[in-house]
Every structure is written in structure tokens, then in C-alpha cells.
């Protein structure tokens, strides 16, 4: 009788989490088509503003054991788009920006992820242009049901990626800003 109560039990509570669709492995998959990978920087004229995409990704992450999670995320840096076509030619021919031929993908690899008062941070490398460096994003996320939203926001110094030339009147810091929805696997 008792063992038959607690197979009801679990039963019960197995068929709870599934149908409310609670991730129970913390894998998440994103939905890059509608992931945003946003940037500013101050050129010229004004602002710059432009995006990425072509996101490819592996999310590992499970807010109740950090020390098992993890993230890996690369664009395909052939996608910039700055909204000015002889611009994002640029962007992507010449090698003291992206040169997307010779250095298709940006990637980041997480090595720790870390609890902060305002969400998480993702230690890890970011690659660019073959120029490795650490690097911390600090993100926020949030689910409901086996659906959830990474948002994050960091910048980088354009002379720690030989992106374009030093000086000159495009700004030295990069804005960027990372919106990432997924769905638990």
C-alpha cells in the first residue's frame, strides 16, 4: 500500500514538472532568430548602431548549480549590419575591422558563471579577429515554463581587437547588447 501511494506520488509530481514544461536540465536551446546581438559606438557623425546574427550556441546553465553551467556563443561576424551598405563592405573586407574572411566567427566561452546582486555573470574568453581575451558579461534571466530570456550587456576596447585604427574619431569603447530567447531542451 505505501509503496503504491509513493509511485503516485511520483507520478503526480513527474507529470507535473513535464507538463508545465520546468526545465529540468538546464539545457536551453536559442531561438537565433530571434536572438538580438546589438552594438554602439561612437563614430564620426554621431552614434553607430548596428547588430549581428547568425548566432550559434550552447547554453548550459542551471541557476541552482553554477558550477555545472556554462556558455558558448558565436556569431557569424559576416552578418554585421550597421544599417549603411558601403559601411558594413567595410566592416567586413578590411582587415583593420572585421575581415570576415579571414575571421568568420566571434566567439565567447564562458569558464565561470557567477550569482551577483543584479542577475549573473559569465566569466570567459572572447575571440575576435584570432585576438583571445578574458572578458565578463554580466546577464540577467528569466523563464516561465520551459521557455526563458538571457539579457546581458558588456563592452570592449576596439584597440584590444585590432579593430580598426587607433585614435581617429571612432570611439574606443564597443556597446554590446545580448538578447537571447530560449526554450529548455
Given amino acids: ?19 508545465n514544461g520546468l526545465p529540468l536540465t538546464g539545457n536551453w536551446i536559442a531561438d537565433a532568430d530571434k536572438a538580438k546581438i546589438t552594438f554602439t559606438l561612437d563614430g564620426p557623425f554621431g552614434e553607430v548602431h548596428g547588430s549581428f546574427s547568425g548566432l550559434t550556441s550552447d547554453f548550459q546553465f542551471d541557476e541552482k548549480d553554477l558550477a555545472k553551467s556554462s556558455i558558448t556563443a558565436s556569431v557569424d561576424a559576416n552578418t554585421v549590419n550597421s544599417g549603411v551598405g558601403l559601411r558594413n563592405t567595410h566592416l567586413r573586407n578590411e582587415e583593420q575591422w572585421l575581415n570576415t574572411e579571414k575571421y568568420p ?3 565567447f566561452k564562458s569558464t565561470k558563471i557567477e550569482k551577483t546582486s543584479s542577475g549573473y555573470s559569465a566569466s570567459g574568453t572572447l575571440t575576435l579577429k584570432n585576438i583571445s581575451g578574458p572578458i565578463i558579461i554580466p546577464f540577467t534571466f528569466s523563464s516561465s ?18 579593430l580598426g585604427k587607433k ?15 530560449v526554450k529548455s531542451n
Fill in 1 to 19: 500500500m505505501l509503496d503504491n501511494i509513493r509511485m503516485k506520488t511520483l507520478l503526480f509530481f513527474s507529470l507535473f514538472f513535464i507538463l
Fill in 105 to 107: 566567427r566571434i566567439l
Fill in 145 to 162: 515554463g520551459n521557455a526563458g530570456l538571457f539579457k546581458g550587456q558588456f563592452s570592449i576596447k576596439r584597440d584590444d581587437y585590432n
Fill in 167 to 181: 585614435g581617429g574619431s571612432v570611439g574606443e569603447i564597443i556597446q554590446i547588447n545580448i538578447e537571447v530567447p
